[in-house]
């Protein structure tokens, strides 16, 4: 029996998207392929709720990040880079290696990021340019996008978001909401193998791409849009085929559910979680409902008990559940539980139930029993 | 039927590797996958004949071109480029994106690079560095990379070599022949999906980079090093882990195939092709065996043949036979029959049958007889 693999990415596949990316390699400029690749963007552009560009990268999503990052800046120009966890520094840390000049507007992580600071920054400064990530995965906090993307409409800043692990899994609309440059992944909420990486770029912001000199060869957004007006439309360099395959499921099979029965799927997936998690009597690393991801949720681990052996030896040995661990200094501190992907009911009890029992073991107070009936309520609502 | 694809990459995939991709996603960070991972180093190391180190990158051949580059040069740097071909050129392209000092030199496009010429660059510059396209895919011809390696050890440059069309299926040493830094995609000799590169790289490349200021963030390929170092060892950024997963099959066929033997295959896939185009009464581009690619042929159009006709509705529609054309300016040109991967006798039989009855159909005077017997007579040689 394979393991209950729970991380906040790379997630668990569908046998129908796994087994779709073992077809044989095709032509990657061939009218075969194109149409392949012409519908992978055409649903992303739903994905995305734009109906500006798409650019689909090999690569991770930090490779799309850079992507973002190199085509919109050139060095010495500023950015205003809003940080809450171990991405929004990652943008910050990737425009600095850029050569760009990086305001960091930061918060303590598990907080939010409060959008009166990004706007004192931009009215103190020169920068075009805000990177946000929406869904913080390091510190499981969803970030206040939509508001951010008004201030920067009112600054005339260009406002670039890492949705890698929230896009497709809450609500996110990239035109209503006025951003204009958003990547995300294939491995997150789409339930795909990890390898793509997908950037949406609306026609302000392509414009200004158009004008700079990227900093990169490889991670050049323009250039990618350029090989999508080609006969037969590519992708410049050579893509990943076989993920292409798996995407192109995974995005039908996004499509057949429709974005709000997944935003609303996942709204229930994080409730039967964090309801689970409070009546065992564990803290929620975010303990406000209101500003927690709505893909991965955070547990604080109780005093004495040792990641590496509670999800090691317990947890992933013993019970067959596998959750990650903190990351930088909440390495150690507390462990999350991804619930993204083709997540269903059914994993969300096993794994509070699992986490319950095996906590139990380590000599961890929980209430159990307490935990179903917390979940049974939750569910109670929806049927 | 499937078609047989004979693209000079991606290239088709044996069924146990592509079988082996649809395997589920693991944990990216767990001892599990610091198993495939390190096996995949380590028969790396045999592919490239090194005792070096080696990275892997979710991306395409360019990223890994890109990573080499941008690890190794700064802004202002001397480099020199050869260039006798659309990929000698791409690395001349990324070094003057990284805003390097690039000095091409040039060969006509189907010529092979003069060594001296290198020599005189060197001796006429202050480059450090050295690109070179092993086998230029774009036009068929291998170029003499041990040789080069020798010059670049005399004026102590360090050597970058593309050999993304050529590692594993002809004799390439890095370690005995100097090569500083070597790179190759897993589409190709490999047989695997497109969608992983890899990147050797010597001590005395790696003190180098470790020296200078990366260009790149997601390129950085002393951090793909550094990550190996790690418990457990892991990459950076999200692999493409069902990538990996065929190419640890892929890798562990061709150690059980052996190196030697390999190049073997190739050798002799390359004189069925070779022959038989001859004797079908087309011309080969490349003329002299001596600088031909092992692992891709290209055969120039006769007068009046359309490339869009012959390829398409010929060649893959009615004979499910799948080759590339040419590029850049020898579109239209010529087409390229790849002979990489997993390919067989048959395969090059069928190919060149094939193509020589849809050249008759186009009108063309050939002789398919004569290529069955010229074929026959390579065969007899080594049965």
Known sequence: MEKLVLLPGPVMVHEDVLLRSAKQVM???????????????????????????????????????????????????????????????????????????????????????????????????????????????????????????????????????????????????????????????????????????????????????????????????????????????????????????????ALKRLKEEGLEARWERYRLMQRIVREGIRALGLELFVEDDEIASPTVTGVTYPEGVDDREFRGEILRDRYDVVVAGGQDHLAGEIFRIGHMGEVRIRDMITAVTCIGLGMRELGVDVDVGAAAEAMADVLSEVS
């Open 27 to 249: 032509n990657h400029r061939s009218e075969e392929f194109e149409e392949i690749l012409t519908e992978c963007v055409e649903l992303s552009k739903y994905l995305f709720q734009t109906d500006g560009n798409v650019a689909i990268i090999t690569g991770s999503g930090t490779a799309a990040m850079e992507a973002a990052i190199y085509s919109l800046l050139e060095p010495g120009e500023e950015v205003v880079a809003v940080v809450n966890g171990k991405f929004g520094e990652r943008f910050a840390d990737i425009a600095e290696r850029r050569g760009a000049e990086v305001r960091r507007v930061e918060f303590e992580w598990g907080k939010v990021a409060d959008p009166e600071r990004v706007e004192e920054a931009l009215a103190d400064s020169d920068a075009e340019v805000v990177t946000l990530v929406h869904n913080e995965t390091s510190t499981t906090v969803l970030n206040p996008a939509e508001e951010i993307a008004r201030i920067c409409r009112e600054y005339d800043a260009l406002f670039v978001v890492d949705a890698i692990s929230s896009l497709g899994g809450v609500e996110f609309r990239m035109d209503d909401w006025g951003v204009d440059v958003c990547v995300t992944g294939s491995q997150k909420v789409l339930g795909c193998p990890p390898g793509l990486a997908l950037v949406a770029v609306n026609d302000r912001a392509l414009e200004v791409m158009e004008e700079k000199d990227a900093g990169s060869y490889y991670l050049d957004i323009p250039k990618y849009l350029e090989y999508l007006e080609k006969d037969p439309k590519q992708t410049p360099y050579t893509p990943a085929v076989n993920a292409f395959y798996a995407l192109h499921e």
